[in-house]
């Protein structure tokens, strides 16, 4: 008498093969979750979008990316043992994003205050503010250590090279799409029309924001040496 197959058998055994592949999910996921979330970036893109339009912000986009695969990357080394950075560093980082940022929002809050007129955060040159953007996130390295970290538990100490490179091509393909969910918005006829009619006072008003942004991680950062 042979064994009766059930319709649902195949599917599932199918899915328990592929399992493994579908892990890579998470990492995809995360890497969205990181470029969706509102921040300093965000607003930079919106200006840009709508004032430049989106091949601008896509340029400040490519560069920021730069930076935060470089952070991926020093996570996973240091995941693996390949590599430490103390605090001093990191204090360091989150001082200069801090005030690159109260720099950024000054420009926008003071220029061409006579004329009436503002130009987008990064507007003369996208590509270079997106990748200071993403090197000098000081966030971004405590992001990707955690992420990575909570990611590699289970594999604990078989995890190794080629598994941190999985994450990292997950985490990458995340960030690409996050970064065209944001573009997509962002250029929409509403927001770019009601950009267009308010562009001096929501420039501004973005300005206010960096340089608070700008505070806040310069209050952050220097914790460290505070509590010394």
Known sequence: MGTRRYPGTAACSHLLET???LAILAPVLAG?????TPGPATLAVVGLTAEKGRL???????????????WAVLALAAIVGASRLGPDL?????????LYLAWLGLKAVLIRRASGTAAAIGAGAPLRTGLVFGLTNPKAYPFSLAMFTALAVDASADFGVAAGARLLFGVVIGFAIGDTITLLWA?????RTGYARFRPVIVRLMGVLFIAFGVKTIWDATAIWRGR
């Not at 601008?56 to 470089?70: L, N």
């Not at 990191?90 to 801090?98: V, W």
């Open 19 to 21: 399992a493994v592949p």
């Open 32 to 36: 969205v979750v990181y470029v969706v």
């Open 56 to 70: 601008a912000a896509a340029r400040f986009y490519c560069g920021h990316m730069v930076g935060d695969i470089a």
């Open 90 to 98: 990191f204090a360091a980082l989150g001082l200069a994003c801090g």
């Open 187 to 191: 250029g929409l006829p509403p927001i």
